[in-house]
Nanobody, 122 residues
């Protein structure tokens, strides 16, 4: 069974930067799209940024030009990193790592991390 281990987050002033990390470790065939989601108050869960092993990335319009996702694929560990620059108060939220985990070549499930708090405030 694989695990998602998140790190990063914290408190930063507006205009500041933070870096989130998420590592998928354990037994799996491969990892599909992997990235970060958040749920603003009163709103639905929204994609922040995701990356595939092929190098494709996807960003929410609200973070384009400010956030950058990168990915590192190893035999036993797949990691994604979210560099968040020029942070705004509206970026305050709990950020959840999400990974599409292929246990075999034809069977997959979605795994979620426990979430890490990002607070942007002066």
């Amino acid at each position: 069974q694989e695990q998602l281990m998140e790190s990063g987050g914290g408190l930063v002033q507006p205009g500041g930067s933070l870096r989130l990390s998420c590592a998928a470790t354990g037994r799996f065939h491969s990892i599909g799209a992997m990235g970060w989601y958040r749920q603003p108050p009163g709103k639905q869960l929204e994609l922040v940024a995701t990356a595939t092993s092929g190098g494709d990335t996807n960003y929410a319009d609200s973070v384009k030009g400010r956030f950058t996702i990168s990915r590192d694929d190893d035999k036993t560990t797949v990691s994604v990193f979210l560099q968040m620059d020029n942070l705004k108060p509206e970026d305050t939220d709990v950020y959840f790592c999400r990974a599409v985990v292929w246990t075999t070549a034809s069977v997959y499930h979605v795994n979620w991390g426990q979430g890490t708090q990002v607070t942007v405030s002066s």
